[in-house]
């Protein structure tokens, strides 16, 4: 059964690649033994640095659920997940991933993967891409809003 | 200059709260002194886990753009980006990221950022979320398809 979900992410990996849709990655999310939403890399094609193959199944089978949660769901995807996607995962709290090659194998393939996860673990102050603090006082007002707002919806 | 664009962002979040659209969050994304996006979180109000301010303003920026990278670009968000968010910048390769509050500031409201952070830097095995491997040798068809592809738009 895992076999085959995993199976069906790397024949839309292929075809999206032979189709010149974007990257080498598909992901597909399943719920109570059948796929709700599919996800294939769609950055160049899209002009999103964000249309990971996981970011798209999970936009598409919450959209398919009604919800922002994918609560007892299980995402099947042909890559270790980058950090974006890993961050969306634990945002969209799945009960499991399924994942095939590996962060390394990507990075063997020209992605960015392992360099990003390097990046995360360094402190701000010492990243590629510097990250500048300022206003964090008036900032702050922004988290009272919402402490103060009383029919919030938590996520 | 950077103050405006924080002060602008701050204000959007604010607004974000009051009207019920989602968190306390928002970004703006700047080029060459004027903003050509804003994100606002939409989790709850678009069922869509990944739209975080961030990830909202990146791709706005894009389309605006034409492009899948914000070269030159500056973003501007009320809070240190969560992992999600600094995976998605790190793909958009923005010059500069200003933030105010922190990461510990989200995760005081009731945010995952700081857990998140901390489950990244554990080894798969050992995350919350069940990270299971299978079929590597069959997913990496998918590298072998990309790097046979001569007209491949790499990202």
Not at 82 to 108: E, H, L, N, Q
Not at 109 to 132: C, E, H, N, V, W
Request: aromatic share 10%; proline share 5%; glycine share 6%.
């Amino acid at each position: 059964m895992q076999n085959r979900f995993m199976e069906k992410a790397i024949a839309l990996a292929i075809e999206n690649v032979r189709r010149g849709r974007g990257g080498p990655f598909a992901a597909v999310v399943v719920r109570d033994g059948a796929i709700i939403a599919e996800g294939t890399n769609r950055v160049t094609f899209s002009n999103d640095p964000t249309a990971h193959a996981e970011i798209v199944a999970i936009r598409e089978a919450c959209q398919a659920l009604g919800n922002f949660q994918l609560t007892g769901c299980e995402i099947y995807t042909t890559c270790e997940p980058c950090p974006m996607c890993m961050g969306a995962i634990y945002w969209a709290r799945p009960a499991k991933v399924f994942y095939a090659s590996t962060a390394k194998d990507a990075s063997a393939a020209g992605f960015d993967d392992s360099f990003i996860y390097k990046q995360l673990k360094l402190p701000a102050t010492a990243r590629r891409i510097p990250m500048i603090q300022l206003m964090r006082e008036e900032a702050l007002e922004a988290f009272r809003a919402w402490e103060q707002k009383s029919d919030r919806i938590e996520y």
